[in-house]
């Protein structure tokens, strides 16, 4: 089986790569190697995934993959977006963010919580041109925590179709509906076909 790296060090993340793609390939992730964090210095979701795949597959000399991702929330013009992993502070810590934004929030009535996941899915190979693939689902903040499955904002991420937070639904479910499950389907044939190259 062949390896593709992922770059990143996110868990719930390669959680989720390993559960969509260990069929196929043999998933790898920065936790696998001893290396340093990738600045994220970009304005957008694309260039933040193509600089950390780039710095990878060129570290390695291979093709690497890398997913960018976040939340948009349209009552706080579109933030915390590229700033998600670090909204409450430089420590990522999922739980400080989240109170922050429902902080954030407070008094904002249901029809006005509407959000995004985003992810992007960043695809480099040495001496190519770096190609990215973007995937997005659409839900309302809910005011409260619920659920325990995912990472991230999936707790207070509502699917008014479930009538569930994406924390309440298994993995299959959220792979099948979410943000990267979505680029990943758009990737992955392009991973396929340039590592058969
Ligand atoms: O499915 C998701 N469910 C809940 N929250 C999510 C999801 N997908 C992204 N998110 C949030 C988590 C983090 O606050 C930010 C990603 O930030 P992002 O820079 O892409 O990832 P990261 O720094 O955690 O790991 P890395 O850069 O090593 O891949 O968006
Ligand atoms: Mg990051």
Redesign the pocket.
């Given at each position: 089986m062949k390896t593709l790296i992922i770059?990143?060090?996110?868990k719930?993340?390669i959680a989720?790569f390993n559960d969509m793609l260990q069929d196929r390939w043999d998933v790898k992730s920065?936790l696998d190697y001893d290396i340093a964090?990738?600045p994220?210095n970009g304005s957008t979701?694309e260039e933040?995934?193509a600089a950390?795949a780039e710095a990878v597959a060129s570290m390695f000399g291979c093709m690497a993959a890398?997913?960018?991702?976040?939340?948009e929330v349209d009552a706080l013009n579109q933030e915390?977006g590229?700033y998600?992993?670090?909204?409450a502070g430089p420590q990522?810590n999922?739980e400080e963010?989240i109170n922050k934004l429902l902080q954030e929030l407070k008094g904002v009535p249901e029809e006005e919580r509407t959000a995004r996941?985003v992810?992007v899915i960043a695809v480099a190979v040495p001496g190519e041109k770096t190609i990215t693939f973007r995937g997005s689902c659409d839900g309302v903040i809910h005011p409260v925590k619920e659920g325990a499955n995912?990472?991230?904002?999936?707790p207070v991420?509502f699917l008014p179709s479930y009538n569930k937070t994406?924390a309440q639904l298994s993995s299959v479910q959220?792979n099948e509906i979410?943000?990267?499950g979505k680029a990943l389907k758009l990737a992955a044939d392009y991973i396929s076909n340039t590592m058969n190259e």
């Open positions: 770059a990143t060090k996110n719930g993340k989720e920065l964090d990738i994220e979701f933040n995934a950390k890398a997913d960018d991702s976040g939340l915390p590229v998600s992993a670090r909204y990522k999922d963010n996941f992810c995912g990472f991230g904002y999936d991420f994406m959220k979410s943000h990267r």
